[in-house]
Antibody, heavy 117, light 106 residues
Framework: EVQLVESGGGLVQPGGSLRLSCAAS????????MHWVRQAPGEGLVWVSR????????TYVDSVRGRFTISRDNAKNTLYLQMTSLRAEDTAVYYC??????????WGQGTTVTVSS | DIQMTQSPSSLSASVGDRVTITCRAS??????LAWYQQKPGKVPKLLIY???TLQSGVPTRFSGSGSGTDFTLTISSLQPEDVATYYC?????????FGPGTKVDI
């Protein structure tokens, strides 16, 4: 079964850091572009970042560039999102997703990040 | 960056109705447009990619069309389980922006 399982969310103070993980199973992880998408409470979907299968190409939305870093460990079938200088507006459910045929075909269940003092 | 808009922002229809949602891109994205369904409290689900190709397992009452800047998602006969918010997404160039969503109620 194809599955993505996120972890690492929690409550963090403004200016703090957090690292999210996404464990993949059921497919050849290293073949897939992987993405992070977030959704603030009651709001729509926001694409955050993507990373090529071999780790050679990364892209970020402007609002997180320079603060967030996407990475992967293909030996562990795991995707990461290192988040620093967190702000209240980063509060959201963070989903990892794998790309298939020009769409995000598989999504994890999400992990919640709350930035508050 | 490419901006995505959707209309309407919400709609209410009856079971069996034909429902149409429109998505517009601020620049030509050819046919690199994806549609997602997110039911209340659930994870988003890919419905359609490259504007008109149905993802495996998606009911055939869903269809997509369009190219360039104007796209449409159609539900041919609305069912109770289709209550959800529907999002389009530019898949032509980064950032892969989502539209603001269309909430469909019965």
């Amino acid at each position: 079964e194809v599955q993505l399982v996120e972890s690492g969310g929690g409550l963090v103070q403004p200016g703090g850091s957090l690292r999210l993980s996404c464990a993949a199973s059921g497919f050849t992880f290293s073949d897939k572009w992987m993405h992070w998408v977030r959704q603030a409470p009651g709001e729509g979907l926001v694409w955050v970042s993507r990373l090529r299968g071999d780790g050679s190409d990364t892209t970020y939305v402007d609002s997180v560039r320079g603060r967030f870093t996407i990475s992967r460990d293909n030996a562990k079938n795991t995707l990461y999102l290192q988040m620093t200088s967190l702000r209240a507006e980063d509060t959201a459910v963070y989903y990892c997703a794998s790309e298939s045929y020009y769409g995000l075909g598989v999504w994890g269940q999400g992990t919640t990040v709350t930035v508050s003092s | 960056d490419i901006q995505m808009t959707q209309s309407p922002s919400s709609l209410s229809a009856s079971v069996g109705d034909r429902v149409t949602i429109t998505c517009r891109a601020s620049q030509d994205i050819r046919n690199y447009l994806a549609w997602y369904q997110q039911k209340p409290g659930k994870v988003p689900k890919l419905l359609i990619y490259v504007a008109s190709t149905l993802q495996s397992g998606v009911p055939t009452r869903f269809s997509g069309s369009g190219s360039g800047t104007d796209f449409t998602l159609t539900i041919s006969s609305l069912q109770p389980e289709d209550v959800a918010t529907y999002y389009c997404q530019n898949y032509n160039r980064v950032p892969l922006v989502f539209g603001p969503g269309t909430k469909v109620d019965i």
